[in-house]
């Protein structure tokens, strides 16, 4: 158990488009006191059962308890569970997190009265340790689940007219379902591989419209395969990763694409040279920033970059090694 203190301060300040810009000031203070306990039950090796809880005071928001509960449980060495659910809240900050958004012609409208956030978090992970040909196979599956009450949103182009950046509060429902799987496994002596796929479902309710959470991939793919000689002198690296498609501002969709990086490294006694390439598949946007050739317009937009802007790239570096362990 414990106390704890918190104090915030930030001064965002931005230039609204026009002939005369006049800079615009925004104070944010939170002074936030709280107090916390936690307890751990264990049964041997098998079971453990945390939960928890705050409570905290803000003088902006007032106070609110944050209750949690984390339950590991192993029956055996070959299978472990886990299993977690608690709330969490947040104080949102328009302008100071997401300054990125910033670069575009869009009007930007600020709630005066924006809501802390308030969201309950739920998921679970089933991990196997499964002994197969003689080596390990690491298996691992999770669900995970978020549930907002409260959200600051930031809604493009939307009721509040065309070309605008709205931060205003959640007005229906806002939720993310995320499911993954991924295995490690050694093909034979020195050659280690990994796949992962994941699953998103991010949604948020704009202007009365459950809809995709825009620049959200749909899903990933991973896969990595990593090569050492015998004798520890050359390591040799490839990722491959998929991405999957999502929604733009405009409600348009953006494909997948693929992506692989590669890497070969030769160690020495106290340093080691590296050699790689990345986005060697060459993919990129081919119009990252709509209307470039009108910066001043309020159609400009450099936020919407959903894949990379640049082509394939190699690089080639060394690494010392001051004191050989």
């Known amino acids: 158990m414990g106390a704890s203190f918190n104090h915030d301060y930030y001064d965002e300040r931005f230039n609204p488009l026009g002939p005369l810009p006049k800079a615009e000031s925004k104070v944010s203070k939170e002074t936030t006191s709280g107090l916390y306990a936690q307890y751990t039950y264990k049964l041997g090796d098998k079971l453990t059962v945390m939960p928890g809880v705050r409570w905290d005071h803000s003088d902006r928001y007032g106070s609110f308890v944050t209750p949690r509960l984390h339950i590991k449980y192993s029956p055996s060495k070959i299978v472990t569970l886990r299993t977690s659910i608690g709330k969490g809240y947040r104080s949102p900050h328009a302008l100071a ?11 930007i409208i600020i709630d005066s009265d924006l809501k802390q956030e308030e969201a309950w978090n739920m998921g679970a992970s089933l991990g196997f340790n499964i002994p197969l ?12 689940y978020t549930d907002f009450k409260h959200q600051m949103i930031m809604n493009f182009d939307g ?29 034979f002596s020195g050659m280690t591989t990994t796949a992962a796929f994941r699953l998103n479902d991010v949604k948020c309710t704009y202007d009365g419209v459950l809809r995709q959470k825009p620049l959200t991939s749909r899903y990933k793919g991973l896969l990595t395969l990593s090569y050492k000689t015998p004798l520890e ?20 969709r953006y494909p997948a694409y693929f992506q692989l990086q590669a890497q070969v490294t030769r160690e020495f006694h106290n340093f080691s040279l590296y050699l790689g390439g990345e986005n060697l598949t060459n993919y990129k ?3 990252p920033i709509l209307h470039s050739h009108h910066p001043w317009s309020a159609a400009f937009d450099a936020t919407q970059v959903w894949a990379p802007v640049t082509g394939a790239m190699a690089y080639v570096g060394i690494r010392f090694t001051l004191e050989k362990v």
Do not use: C, M, P
């Open 97 to 107: 997190e997401n300054v990125t958004l910033l670069a575009s012609g869009r009007e």
């Open 133 to 144: 040909f003689g080596k390990n196979l690491e298996l691992n599956a999770e669900y995970y």
């Open 159 to 187: 009721a509040k007219g065309e070309h605008t950046l709205s931060f205003e509060n959640l007005d229906g429902k806002s939720y993310s379902h995320t499911f993954q799987v991924d295995a490690t496994y050694a093909l």
């Open 233 to 252: 002198l050359w390591q040799f690296d490839a990722t491959g990763q998929l991405n999957g498609g999502g929604e733009l501002y405009d409600r348009s």
């Open 285 to 287: 946007i081919a119009d």
